[in-house]
């Protein structure tokens, strides 16, 4: 699996490790959200405000895909 910067298309995609392909469903945003191009099958989108966020605050809000209501927080 390869992450892409959209907004740099000239940086060489990263190689992510093979466990990355269950990771990235707790980050991804949501198809629907504003902003979530269509995306293909395999394909996830995280927002850029979203990065930000955790890379300043140095914190990741975890929301299960299988139950939205619980939300945990890593630091």
Same mark, same amino acid.
């Given at each position: @699996? ?11 995609? =990263?190689? @992510?490790?093979?466990r990355f392909r269950t990771d990235v469903a707790y =980050? @991804? ?19 850029l405000e979203n990065a930000r966020r955790w890379l ?20």
């Open positions: @699996m390869l992450v892409h910067a959209i907004d740099k298309p000239t940086l060489t995609p =990263f190689s @992510m490790p093979d =980050f @991804m945003t949501p198809a629907g959200e504003p902003g979530v191009p269509e995306l293909r099958e395999g394909e996830y989108w995280v927002g300043e605050e140095l914190v990741v809000e975890v929301v299960s895909p299988l139950d939205a209501t619980a939300v945990a927080e890593s630091s």
